[in-house]
């Protein structure tokens, strides 16, 4: 099992920047792809970056050029940098883990939220 729990959302104007953190805890294997995703109100949860093991990383394309995901293995963190912040971005966002050629994501965290507001 993984215990993944996110942080440092919040209020931030628009044109802001905010980094989330994913901590995992648990069976922190480091082949597991991590990524993240987001859902805001009223609308279906959507897929935002992810990235593998080798630190291959994938982005939704409407947000790359705006969002960086990182890893830190050694300190069993998953970031998530957000620059130039639109109000359309206001979401919870979650962390998620899978082992490499899985399809589904097996472990997810609570979220945390944004919100892009002025």
């Known amino acids: 099992q993984m215990h993944l729990e996110e942080s440092g959302g919040g209020l931030v104007r628009p044109g802001g920047s905010l980094k989330l953190a994913c901590l995992a805890s648990?069976?922190?294997?480091?082949?597991?792809?991590m990524a993240w995703f987001r859902q805001a109100p009223g609308k279906e949860r959507e897929f935002v970056a992810l990235?593998?093991?080798?630190?291959?990383?994938s982005y939704a394309e409407s947000l790359k050029g705006r969002f960086t995901i990182s890893r830190d293995d050694a300190k069993n963190l998953v970031y998530l940098q957000m620059n130039s912040l639109k109000p359309e971005d206001t979401a919870s966002y979650f962390c998620?883990?899978?082992?490499?050629?899985?399809?589904?994501?097996?472990?997810w965290g609570q979220g945390t939220q944004v919100t892009v507001s002025s």
């Open positions: 998620a883990a899978k082992l490499p050629g899985r399809n589904n994501y097996e472990f």
């Open positions: 648990g069976n922190t294997n480091r082949r597991y792809t």
């Open positions: 990235i593998k093991w080798g630190y291959q990383t």
